[in-house]
């Protein structure tokens, strides 16, 4: 699995309108739902239960990056946006530092093991410092797409 069968292509958000983590989170679920890649019926159940999740511990995993996930069972399929932060948000990271990529990802209750097949491609790139810099010098949803296609790709310089 490879990050451009993750993300939704009409699901990034190269620069974030929120401000705090629960609106970082409802921007991106609506930016879902406007794609099509999540039933909007379900908008405010996915909210409800993300930041029932980010109250018992955080995904902002330090390095500047979060990401949301869940499981829902009328999810059609796995999917996930991005959303970028020039300011930082407060994510109550593990080091305590503000977050500046999101990731959020939704998958099907019924698909756990493509769940954490997703969940490990973005990791893998999320733990690479070159990523994560690139990501957050984005500024516009081209630079997004160019960086996940070099990422899959393995094009990325490892600094």
Do not use: W
Not at 57 to 63: I, V
Not at 126 to 145: P, Y
Request: hydrophobic share 40%; proline share 5%; net charge negative.
């Amino acid at each position: 699995m490879n990050l451009n069968q993750i993300v939704n292509k009409s699901a990034i958000k190269p620069r974030l309108n929120a401000t705090s983590r629960d609106d970082a989170i409802a921007e991106l679920i609506d930016t879902l739902v406007e794609a099509g890649a999540a039933p909007q019926e379900i908008r405010d159940e996915l909210l409800t239960k993300i930041l029932d999740r980010e109250h018992k511990a955080s995904t902002g995993f330090g390095y500047g990056v979060a990401v949301p996930h869940i499981k829902h069972p009328k999810l059609p399929a796995l999917c996930a946006a991005i959303g970028l932060s020039e300011k930082g948000i407060d994510f109550e990271a593990r080091d305590k530092a503000p977050v500046y990529t999101v990731f959020l990802l939704l998958s099907p209750a019924d698909q756990p093991e493509d769940h954490l097949q997703a969940m490990e491609t973005i990791f893998k790139n999320l733990s690479k410092e070159t990523f994560r810099r690139a990501m957050r010098q984005a500024t516009d949803t081209e630079d997004v797409n160019k960086l996940i296609d070099d990422a899959d790709h393995n094009r990325l310089a490892e600094a």
